[in-house]
């Protein structure tokens, strides 16, 4: 069974930042796709970030710049820095595990198995 736990959300001013970790357990996070997702209330969830098993990277074009994944296979932990943040930043963020493959990964939310419960970032 597959856990993800999402912490270091938190309230920020406009131009702040905020680092988002998400610990794994049961799973090795380097051997395949993962991606950080996030939802605002009323809206879809979309994906953030996205990162493979070589460490490559795609962004949304909203964050292009702005925010970084990257993952420390030692700790088995996903990151997101989030920088120059935004209000339109503000939403729950998850981070999510495809167990399906290493490579060429997506941000589509249906490609996603496992789910973390979030981490709510504000930003004011």
């Known amino acids: 069974h597959v856990q993800l736990v999402e912490s270091g959300g938190g309230l920020v001013q406009a131009d702040g930042s905020l680092r988002l970790s998400c610990a794994a357990s049961t799973y090795a996070i380097n051997t395949r796709c993962m991606g950080w997702f996030r939802q605002a209330p009323g809206k879809e969830r979309e994906g953030v970030a996205a990162i493979d098993n070589a460490g490559s990277a795609t962004y949304t074009y909203a964050v292009q710049g702005r925010f970084t994944i990257s993952k420390d296979s030692a700790k088995n932990t996903l990151y997101l820095q989030m920088n120059i943040l935004k209000p339109g930043d503000t939403a729950m963020y998850y981070c999510?595990?495809?167990?399906?493959?290493?490579?060429?990964?997506?941000?589509?939310?249906?490609?996603?198995?496992?789910w973390g419960k979030g981490t709510q970032v504000t930003v004011s």
């Open positions: 999510a595990a495809d167990v399906t493959r290493g490579a060429a990964c997506s941000r589509e939310r249906v490609t996603y198995d496992y």
